[in-house]
């Protein structure tokens, strides 16, 4: 969780996001992808 926190903190284009998408995805994501723009990108397609 504080892992989580720390990722998605202040990013005001990622939040909606990562609201919609489900836990074990965004857990994916956070792990896989260095860039925000990259997590965008794949927020987007879940």
Known sequence: MKQFY???KGKEKLSPLVA???WTNNLLIMT??????AKEIY???C
């Not at 896989?32 to 723009?37: L, R, V």
């Open 6 to 8: 720390e990722t998605y």
């Open 20 to 22: 919609e998408s489900p």
């Open 32 to 37: 896989a992808c260095k860039t925000d723009e």
């Open 43 to 45: 927020l987007l397609q």
